[in-house]
């Protein structure tokens, strides 16, 4: 199975800020990696699929880059509404679909 | 709207059992691969098992595989997970998902993301 690794585990930041998350899995994957935020009590969200496509509706300070064994995840301009946990998913070899351990980005 | 229902959690003794439900509506149900995730108490996202389009084809994690069964009704727009001999382990929030293949710009591969999830339903196994 890929294993995930994403870093760092959790972040602090204040609005307005630029921040980047990293995920690196155990083998190659291509840019089948999708990224996913989520709040306590409510539902996860699609934010990134294939590694920098866009999903509809997220904002565009939201984007992602990277291939093979090295993705990033970053926000510019960070809202308040952004405070949340970000997991990375690889779709490459499946199943199972594996995620990363999240990062929690706080205040 | 596009929705994901779930229900079916409860309290439940290690070594039972429970069928969690999940109602989809404002989409074509039997168009979409779906799948069940499930998040501990301070842990993050685990993926537990999904199902094709016709019911044929299903794949479950490790930890779940001969105690879960996921299957889906078409007809009824709902999809299930049947959970036996449960383990304290299990206590998670089950969330529903739907599989959505989105096609990847550069090389037009699909790439399969979850796309809707739902607001979960939760399961504890205590005694």
């Known amino acids: 199975d890929i294993q995930m690794t994403q870093s760092p585990s959790s972040l602090s930041a204040s609005v307005g800020d630029r921040v980047t998350i990293t995920c690196r899995p155990s083998?190659?994957?291509?840019?089948?990696l999708n990224w996913y935020q989520h709040k306590p009590g409510k539902a996860p969200k699609l934010l990134i699929f294939?590694?920098?496509s866009l999903q509809t509706g997220v904002p565009s300070r939201f984007s992602g880059s990277g291939s093979g064994t090295d993705f990033t995840l970053t926000i510019s301009n960070l809202q308040p509404e952004d405070f949340a946990i970000y997991y990375c998913?690889?779709?490459?070899?499946?199943?199972?679909?594996?995620f990363g351990q999240g990062t929690k980005l706080e205040i | 709207e596009v929705q994901l229902v779930e229900s079916g959690g409860a309290l439940v003794q290690p070594g039972g059992s429970l069928r969690l439900s999940c109602a989809a509506s404002?989409?074509?149900?039997?168009?979409?691969?779906m799948h069940w995730v499930r998040q501990a108490p301070g842990e993050g996202l685990v993926w537990v098992a999904g199902?094709?389009?016709?019911?044929?084809?299903?794949s479950y994690a490790d930890a779940v595989k001969g105690r879960f069964t996921i299957s889906r009704d078409s007809a009824k727009n709902t999809l299930h997970l049947q959970m036996n001999s449960l383990r304290v382990e299990d206590t998670a929030v089950y969330f529903c998902?739907?599989?959505?293949?989105?096609?990847?710009?550069?090389?037009?591969?699909?790439?399969?993301?979850?796309?809707?999830w739902g607001q979960g339903t939760s399961v504890t196994v205590s005694s």
């Open positions: 998902v739907r599989d959505h293949p989105f096609v990847v710009e550069v090389d037009a591969t699909i790439d399969n993301a979850f796309d809707i």
């Open positions: 404002g989409f074509t149900f039997s168009s979409f691969w």
């Open positions: 199902i094709n389009t016709d019911g044929r084809k299903t």
């Open positions: 083998q190659s994957i291509g840019v089948y």
């Open positions: 294939a590694a920098s």
């Open positions: 998913q690889q779709s490459y070899s499946t199943p199972p679909y594996t």
